[in-house]
């Protein structure tokens, strides 16, 4: 399974909304999880089942979506929120997304 | 506090083997499956292989298939991965991480080592 994401770079400024897709090149039900990784760190688990918030992680993060289309949001963008974000499918073994870095503007 | 450190990483020539190690403490490991997942210099995540709490399933990559195998000792809480006939594509860093609920995603993570295939 495939799993494509755009943009591959976003910039925004402090405050705004920010919406990353996610797509499955075949139906993934909600079996999908969103990352975040900053430069030189492990990636940090943020949402499982498509848009389950795991344990610790800011409300400001929702996911949504299932079959084929997912989106990660993040309701007002903050300082330490600047990183990379991947989704990753775990219907069929495991595929992560190509990345999408959301930079300062 | 739950905590996975891995070590093992280094500089090999191509053709060479490695093996990496990833020590697991602050949960009880042989409920949990094990995963490795790769990361190329300036590149995206890799899953590289999975290990099921009792050793009985394992799933590999296809980029590594062949090469690498994956295995666990509950005694010691830890997790490997045997790396043979290294190149140069095999060059990241080596993460290795715990499932969240039965094959699922990932959700505790260690700090990484890196291994290097050059001659």
């Known amino acids: 399974i495939q799993m494509t994401q755009s943009p591959s770079t976003l910039s925004a400024s402090v405050g705004d909304r920010v919406t990353i897709t996610c797509r499955a090149s075949q139906s993934i039900s909600t079996w999908l999880a969103w990352y975040q990784q900053k430069p030189g760190k492990a990636p940090n688990l943020l949402i499982y089942?498509?848009?389950n918030l795991e344990s610790g992680v800011p409300s400001r993060f929702s996911g949504s979506g299932s079959g084929t289309e997912f989106t990660l949001t993040i309701s007002s963008l903050q300082p330490d929120d600047f990183a990379t974000y991947y989704c990753?499918?775990?219907?069929?073994?495991?595929?992560f997304g190509q990345g999408t870095k959301v930079e300062i503007k | 506090e739950v905590q996975l450190v891995e070590s093992g990483g280094g500089l090999v020539q191509p053709g060479g083997s490695l093996r990496l190690s990833c020590a697991a403490s602050?949960?009880?490991?042989?409920?949990?499956?094990m995963n490795w997942v790769r990361q190329a210099p300036g590149r995206g995540l890799e899953w590289v292989s999975t290990?099921?709490?009792?050793?009985?399933?394992?799933y590999y990559a296809d980029s590594v298939k062949g090469r690498f195998t994956i295995s666990r000792d509950n005694s010691k809480n830890t997790l490997y991965l045997q790396m043979n006939s290294l190149g140069a594509d095999d060059t990241a860093v080596y993460y290795c991480?715990?499932?969240?609920?039965?094959?699922?995603?990932?959700?505790?993570w260690g700090q990484g080592t890196m291994v290097s295939v050059s001659s």
């Open positions: 290990l099921s709490g009792s050793s009985i399933s394992t």
């Open positions: 991480a715990k499932d969240l609920l039965g094959l699922g995603p990932f959700d505790v």
């Open positions: 990753q499918q775990y219907d069929s073994y495991w595929t």
């Open positions: 089942k498509a848009s």
């Open positions: 602050g949960f009880t490991f042989d409920n949990y499956a």
